[in-house]
């Protein structure tokens, strides 16, 4: 069974962090490309970064590139995006989802998690 599990989102103040994370099982983790996507209130679910497989590689989206690293742990079947600097704009439900390929497509990815929500608010 195939399950996507995010954490770490909650409340946080302009300018804070916080580490999302999310944690694979059922498929072969390694070899799947991961991403990060967010919807916010009354807005569709947009692409935010991607690592490769291999971890080589990763895309941004414009608005959170150099503040939103993704990372990956291979031998914890977890995939991470730190979110610093964050503004209110930030605020949204934030998905996991794993591709065999490496795309900022939502139909390309065949698993998603139930998501998690990040607020930014002072």
């Known amino acids: 069974q195939v399950q996507l599990v995010e954490s770490g989102g909650g409340l946080v103040q302009p300018g804070g962090s916080l580490r999302l994370s999310c944690v694979a099982s059922?498929?072969?983790?390694?070899?799947?490309?991961m991403a990060w996507f967010r919807q916010a209130p009354g807005k569709e679910r947009e692409f935010v970064g991607s690592i490769r497989y291999d971890g080589g590689q990763t895309n941004y989206r414009d608005s959170v590139n150099g503040r939103f690293p993704i990372s990956k742990d291979d031998t914890k079947n977890t995939v991470y995006l730190q979110m610093n600097s964050l503004k209110p704009e930030d605020t949204a439900i934030y998905y996991c989802?794993?591709?065999?390929?490496?795309?900022?497509?939502?139909?390309?990815?065949?698993?998603w998690g139930q998501g998690t929500q990040v607020t930014v608010s002072s």
């Open positions: 989802a794993a591709s065999l390929s490496l795309s900022s497509m939502e139909r390309e990815y065949n698993y």
């Open positions: 059922g498929f072969t983790f390694s070899v799947y490309t």
